[in-house]
């Protein structure tokens, strides 16, 4: 999952960050709403999260900006403004969920992982389906009945491919996934990464498709 997050105190901004890189979710941080619409404008976010009061453009000018513009990413409002009026207005101006500060990272992470389920026409939270069955509520990965452990890029790799399974996925959706703007990508890392993957379940999972990207095949549609 690739979050835009938009918050201008920069304590709270570094502290979201951490806790969602932590999460295996790729978190692009920006701190002025100009910046975030144009990031909006650009595409490539699952979800954003939104401050409300932030520098050179309010929070809800940016909501309104963005679906006036038909931007259909997720929009999760966090914000100290806690009155009812706060949150009916940013809803019916086209937020997708309100959660106020103070707020505990383990509910703003359910209620991500509850926004994309919803944006991407999920229903159920595991991803997959046998033999390779992947839980994003506990990073927990089922193989065979067997549990599988993975290191967060491992784990954030493998849930974009299963979720366009049998799909061919390109290098750069796969980047975006993986890594926020201001994260060290080298040439080859995502080769590494399905080299492990591979390594870890069968070599015939994950399809190279030469110059394009990977695609992911369970076995049952392998033959
Ligand atoms: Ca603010």
């Known amino acids: 999952m690739r979050v835009l997050l938009v918050e201008d105190d920069p304590l709270l901004g570094e502290g979201i960050q951490t806790s969602l890189?932590?999460?295996?979710?790729?978190?692009?941080?920006l701190q002025d709403g100009v910046a975030a619409l144009a990031a909006l404008r650009a595409g490539g976010f699952d979800v954003a999260i939104l401050d409300l009061g932030l520098p050179?453009?309010?929070?809800?000018?940016?909501?309104?900006?963005?679906?006036?513009?038909?931007?259909?990413?997720?929009?999760?409002?966090?914000?100290?403004?806690?009155?009812?009026?706060?949150?009916?207005?940013?809803?019916?101006?086209?937020?997708?969920?309100?959660l106020c500060k103070p707020f505990d990272p383990s509910e703003l992470l359910a209620r991500l992982r509850a926004l994309h389920r919803?944006?991407?026409?999920?229903?159920?939270t595991i991803v997959g389906r046998e033999p390779l069955l992947l839980d994003p509520t506990n990073f927990s990965v089922r193989w065979h009945g067997r549990p599988v452990d993975?290191?967060?890029?491992?784990?954030?790799?493998?849930?974009?491919?299963?979720?366009?399974?049998?799909?061919?996925?390109?290098?750069?959706?796969?980047?975006?996934?993986?890594?926020g703007w201001d994260e060290d990508v080298t040439g080859n890392s995502l080769e590494v990464h399905?080299?492990?993957?591979?390594?870890?379940?069968?070599?015939?999972?994950?399809?190279?498709?030469?110059?394009?990207?990977?695609?992911?095949?369970?076995?049952?549609?392998?033959a």
């Open 150 to 179: 993975l290191p967060r890029r491992e784990f954030a790799l493998l849930r974009a491919l299963l979720e366009q399974e049998g799909r061919i996925v390109s290098r750069d959706a796969l980047q975006q996934k993986l890594y």
């Open 21 to 29: 890189r932590l999460a295996a979710i790729a978190a692009d941080w």
């Open 56 to 98: 050179r453009l309010d929070g809800l000018s940016v909501i309104r900006a963005a679906r006036s513009e038909s931007i259909s990413t997720p929009l999760l409002v966090l914000t100290a403004r806690d009155r009812v009026s706060d949150r009916v207005q940013a809803l019916d101006l086209g937020a997708d969920d309100y």
């Open 194 to 222: 399905v080299h492990h993957l591979r390594r870890k379940f069968d070599p015939a999972l994950i399809r190279t498709v030469r110059g394009v990207g990977y695609s992911l095949i369970l076995p049952a549609d392998a």
């Open 118 to 124: 919803r944006h991407s026409g999920q229903v159920q």
